[in-house]
């Protein structure tokens, strides 16, 4: 539906995006995993057609994005990476602005967004926290009920609760059987929805994967504080990757049986115990080497 | 043009509008009230003991006789260049590059209008705030004039004047809405929305200044603001307004033609 076909786009600085390409199926829900600055948005920029690339294209459904962008656009719900909106308007009346530039009549699903994220949308939008930003920005790429959906860091910005009414959000139309792209730079996030994510970095996409296998990717890593040196040693000597750190903690890389790994655990003697999120930044690390991961 | 935008441009602008109208209004008040039949002769009097280059710089050049003369030379050599002038440039910045710096101009393209459509309806927007400026302005001019000097105003050659001086800025707002187009940070734009309008207001007053730089005046389109020549010459004002339809219509064009080509980094 969605296919990117060798697009480069390179800016005065010699940062961009290169040679890069991939396709999104109808129904398919794809995450686009990055660090900052790996050209996420500069890819999405493309699809929606505002930037001119300096080689390649974006076609949806055989439309040039570039070209046929206004007719494309009636299908294409959109959340920009930046939140900027009309200074002075309410969240209401942004709204209300938003749908009439759409020419969008029901507005039942509008409503029933602003319901679900409990948006309060009465306030001056200069005065809203970032969150209740974001969730302007949400109710506004999804209210017209469009096919494809391009969400530019959607998450970024709301709490954790909101978070996760925001990933049902997306369950949701992936049943209904929408398009959605979304850019991240948090794993879990692209791990929980999607049924592919590419990864981009420093302007190269460096793999698609099938999140099965991301999900490999993503071993444990778990923080532990022994209390005595007996269970420390023992923890060290066991097959485990571990390191250990001057505070007297311990760092062990979890992979294989987790019922073997807590049957060590127990029989240690543990003061703390966590679990270490990695980043995706460690993830690069671990899987694609050095050389990229260099900043 | 795409009415919901035109309608939402209208009230982000209601204010500065309403200020611009308020101080055009004060000082057209003023000068009209300072119109005195009896005394415009002692004007031009003290008028003679400046320095010619002096007056000819503001444009107090001409001798004030009638109250259509006297409205024409002491408002719009100055005061209706400077302040539509300050109007433009705020107004023309931040119908498209303010959109473009902050980000808000995604959510505009990524709605099933044209990016034409959208910028055509920007266009519009600022002319349409522009003409009404005028169109207040002429009407409460000839209301004062009637209540203050009821039938001394020549209200024919009047509306000439105003508008020679809309259309004038009809080219003015056009290079600033050009800036606007082409650049990304609104600063840019706005540096070059203002460097344009007071280039010219600067050309305009050293030509009157001295003979030896009279030349300049082919560079700034104010002198197209010729008050004797709206006045007295038949077809001045037909021609000077064709030419500056065609030329702000040109200008206009090109901007919304290198913005639907243009790269956006939004």
Redesign the interface.
Known sequence: MIKVDDLTQIYKSGKGIFNVSFEIKKGEVFGFLGPNGAGKTTTIRNIMGFSNSTGGKVTIDGHDARVETAILQERIGYLPGEIAFFENMTGMEFLNFMGKMRRLKNLEKRDELINRFELDPKGKIKKMSKGMKQKVGIVAAFMHDPDIIILDEPTSGLDPFMQNVFMDLIDEEKAKGKTIMMSSHIFEEVQRSCDRAGIIREGHLVAIEDIHSLKAMNKKRFKVMPMNDESKSKILSSDYKTESREDGSIFIDQNGSLNEFFRLMASCEIAEFDVVTQSLEDIFMKYYGEEKTHE | M?R??FL?NLK?HKMLFVIMNLVLLMYSSIMIYMFDPETSNAIAEMMEMLPKGFAVAFGFDDIAITLTSHIGSYLYGFIFIVFPMIFTVIAANSMVAKHVD???M??????????K?IIWTQAISLITMLTGLFVIQTILGILMSEMMFSGLLEVGPYIKINLITLLVFGVVSGIGFLGSCIFNESSRSLSMGISFPVAFLLLKMLSGASPDLSFLKYFTPYTLIDINKIMNTGNYTLWTSVALIIASFLIYFSAVTIFD??????
């Open positions: 795409n919901t935008l939402t982000a902050r980000g808000s995604a959510y505009l393209i990524a709605t099933p209008n044209s990016r459509t080509k243009r790269s956006l980094n939004l």
